[in-house]
């Protein structure tokens, strides 16, 4: 028995449906986010600005038909990038601040995402993108948190500013705070998935 040219069409619209619905994996080897931490404080010329990497370690992606996303990143991961004008010692001494001073990592193992709603919108070049809005827990505090999403190839990216001090973390600071982290810290993220 062999099926019309009508059928097999609405069997592949079917299956392509339904590939697009699936829920995708982040892929946690290509995916990254990325955490700029700049100074500040009288004499912030001596200080340094960081870059951290925080990797995840597992998450999903779907798009339709209700779209979501959450990932979960273990802090004790999460690593200060090396600083070619930094020496090997200062680079152990401000990585071991950021895990117990900042991220106190031992009693915050992890720091999750888990989107709430999201509003799916085509720019003016025609680029596809989504307001993402949902609640990040970090430090053991929960905040809701709104993200600009756009897919650049294969990738989801956005960027946000977020305050370490709306989150219980207070910025580390040295010379009574004429050296110091600004609250402010900036976030990039570069989301890769594959099916599961």
Do not use: C
Not at 48 to 53: G, I, L, R
Not at 89 to 114: G, H, N, S, V, Y
Not at 168 to 180: A, E, Q, T
């Amino acid at each position: 028995m062999s099926l019309s040219v009508a059928k097999l069409g609405s069997v592949f619209l079917a299956v392509v449906g339904v590939a697009a619905a699936q829920e995708m994996a982040i892929d946690v080897e290509r995916s990254t986010i990325t955490i700029h931490v700049d100074k500040a404080g009288l004499f912030s010329a001596a200080g340094h600005e960081h870059w951290v990497s925080a990797p995840i370690s597992s998450g999903t992606i779907r798009e339709s038909p209700q779209a979501s996303v959450e990932f979960t990143v273990q802090t004790a991961k999460m690593t200060v990038k090396p600083d070619p004008k930094v020496d090997a010692k200062t680079q152990a001494e401000i990585q071991k601040d950021m895990e117990d001073l900042t991220l106190e990592t031992k009693k915050f193992p992890q720091i999750t995402f888990r989107s709430s709603r999201i509003d799916p919108s085509v720019n003016k070049t025609g680029e596809r993108q989504w307001k993402v809005e949902g609640a990040l827990s970090l430090h053991g505090v929960t905040k809701p948190v709104s993200l600009a999403v756009k897919r650049t190839g294969e990738a989801y990216t956005a960027r946000t500013v977020l305050k370490q001090t709306d989150f219980g973390i207070k910025p580390v600071s040295v010379g009574g705070g004429l050296v110091k982290v600004k609250n402010e810290v900036e976030i990039d993220f570069q989301i890769f998935t594959r099916v599961k």
